[in-house]
């Protein structure tokens, strides 16, 4: 049973940081692709980064030279450093493997 737990979300001032931690169990997460996603408000999930099992890396252009996804294997764990997030940003993110989703972290950006 695949199990992904998120956390790192909250309130932060535009052009402010954050990171999201990911934390899987019940997978061999070596091998998988990890993904992040975000929903804001009244819109669909977008997916805003993806990293392979080899390490390649693309981004959703709305975040590409601010986002960076990464992974460490030995912690079976994925992160997602947003940097100058900006309001629209603002939403609540996933991360997803194998068609398994965890529950989501809030990201607010207001000052």
């Known amino acids: 049973q695949v199990q992904l737990v998120v956390s790192g979300g909250g309130l932060v001032q535009p052009r402010g940081s954050l990171r999201l931690s990911c934390a899987a169990s019940g997978i061999v997460f070596s091998a998988n692709a990890m993904d992040w996603y975000c929903q804001g408000p009244g819109k669909q999930r977008e997916r805003v980064a993806g990293?392979?099992?080899?390490?390649?890396?693309d981004y959703a252009n709305s975040v590409k030279d601010r986002f960076t996804i990464s992974r460490d294997n030995a912690k079976n764990t994925v992160y997602l450093q947003m940097n100058n997030l900006k309001p629209e940003d603002a939403a609540v993110y996933y991360c997803?493997?194998?068609?398994?989703w965890g529950q989501g972290t809030q990201v607010t950006v207001s000052s």
């Open positions: 990293m392979t099992s080899g390490g390649y890396t």
């Open positions: 997803a493997v194998a068609g398994c």
